[in-house]
T-cell receptor, first 116, second 114 residues
């Protein structure tokens, strides 16, 4: 079974621009979560989508948004990029239904975003 | 709110030596606990998980962890470390505020010396 895929793997953007990152979960998984990883703040939860609905949201400004499609693929968007948005953005997929263990998630390789 | 503390930022062990990485959590009810490993430039790989039942859980790559409710701990162990185990290790707990949210510790960087 294929794992979680994220595209692109690397991205360089300029301050003020916007960016869209994509995540395809493991087949059959309907939950997709996004995390931001930085050396200073560690791993921080951005949001989670399940069956196209945002189920939880972390403490990030409204510039960070996401969505999920009917095939469970998810995108996250960051508008008006700031230097501090430079990070590794990780996507995680999970089942959360059909007897699956709660919270059990599998991570993709991440998208490394550099804002200059 | 839940929190996870990994007291050791860096740990260095010799190849073949045993390993224990510490994790303490804060959670009111029975927690859902995880250990993940991250190699440089990579995503997180699930090593093992605890939901209920036997407090000693086995994972991949020869790792195990023991849940101790009285100490609010979930320490990761390996009897004999290999050079390929050098990576960063994260302990996580399932949050109680809905969905699949995980709260992570700050991580422990493991260095293996030959």
């Amino acid at each position: 079974k294929a794992g979680v895929t994220q595209t692109p793997r690397y991205l360089i953007k300029t301050r003020g621009q916007q960016v869209t990152l994509s995540c395809s979960p493991i087949s059959g998984h309907r939950s997709v979560s996004w995390y931001q990883q930085t050396p200073g703040q560690g791993l921080q939860f951005l949001f989670e989508y399940f069956s196209e609905t945002q189920r939880n949201k972390g403490n990030f400004p409204g510039r960070f948004s996401g969505r999920q499609f009917s095939n469970s693929r998810s995108e996250m968007n960051v508008s008006t990029l700031e230097l501090g948005d430079s990070a590794l953005y990780l996507c995680a997929s999970g089942r959360t239904s059909g007897g699956a263990n709660p919270y059990e998630q599998y991570f993709g390789p991440g998208t490394r975003l550099t804002v200059t | 709110a839940q929190s996870v503390t990994q007291p050791d930022i860096h740990i260095t062990v010799s190849e073949g030596a045993s390993l224990e990485l510490r994790c303490n959590y804060s959670y009111g009810a029975t927690p859902y606990l995880f250990w993940y490993v991250q190699s440089p430039g990579q995503g997180l790989q699930l090593l093992l998980k605890y939901f209920s039942g036997d407090t000693l859980v086995q994972g991949i790559k020869g790792f195990e962890a023991e849940f101790k409710r009285s100490q609010s701990s979930f320490n990761l162990r390996k009897p004999s470390v290999h050079w390929s185990d050098a990576a960063e290790y994260f302990c996580a707990v399932g949050a109680s505020d809905g969905g699949n949210k995980l709260v992570f510790g700050a991580g422990t960087i493991l260095r293996v010396k030959s």
